[in-house]
């Protein structure tokens, strides 16, 4: 299992939801392996196409080392907070990269194909500061969900925008934490 911390802050509430979901999966007997992105040097994809050619990114960072992890993970659990309505600028620039992780394709009316195996589960986990949230950013999720999982095949077992209460410092008291978890777990 792969978790990715798509947070600059390392200790915040992204961080509590991935560490509550990393130690669940050790309970269930997984290892998970956790990157927090902001200690990674990871470039902005920048659009040469040449992984389409060679199967590789050309672009030398810490993504080279990443694409192994994701292909070897038969689960990837994500976060991010939500920042002005959407992912932050790490989370989103990680996942720009994975396009290096797709092919053109042969098929007709099909553009893309995964290189990846399609039996990998996925999980996001969104946490926010606003009390509504979860309605507000529920696009947020479906587009990673659709857009993310469809596209490379993988399973969504959980997608979730987890408002906090103003002045609400642990976000584990959110009852959209605890669904999160509960989903989680019963993947696992």
């Known amino acids: 299992m792969l978790i990715v911390n798509g947070s600059p802050r390392k200790d915040g509430s992204t961080a509590t939801l991935l560490e509550e979901a990393g130690r669940l999966a050790e309970e269930a007997g997984y290892s998970p392996q956790r990157l927090d992105l902001i200690d990674m040097n990871i470039l902005p994809c920048h659009g040469c196409l040449r992984c389409k050619e060679t199967g590789q990114c050309v672009l030398d960072d810490d993504m080279a080392k990443v694409y192994g992890m994701i ?27 994975w396009y290096a992780l ?35 950013y529920h696009g947020l999720s479906i587009r990673y969900t659709s857009n993310i999982c469809n596209l490379f095949g993988l399973l969504d077992v959980s997608s979730t925008i987890v408002p906090r209460k103003k002045n609400e410092s642990d976000i584990m008291k959110s009852n959209q934490a605890q669904e999160f978890l509960t989903t989680f777990r019963s993947q696992l």
């Open 71 to 97: 292909e070897d993970a038969d689960f990837v659990l994500m976060g991010s907070p939500v920042y002005f309505g959407d992912s932050t600028g790490l989370f989103k620039t990680f996942f720009d990269r």
């Open 102 to 136: 797709l092919s053109f394709s042969e098929r007709k009316g099909v553009l893309y194909e995964s290189r990846m195996q399609t039996d990998k589960k996925m999980a996001f986990v969104f946490p926010c500061g606003n009390i509504e949230g979860h309605i507000l």
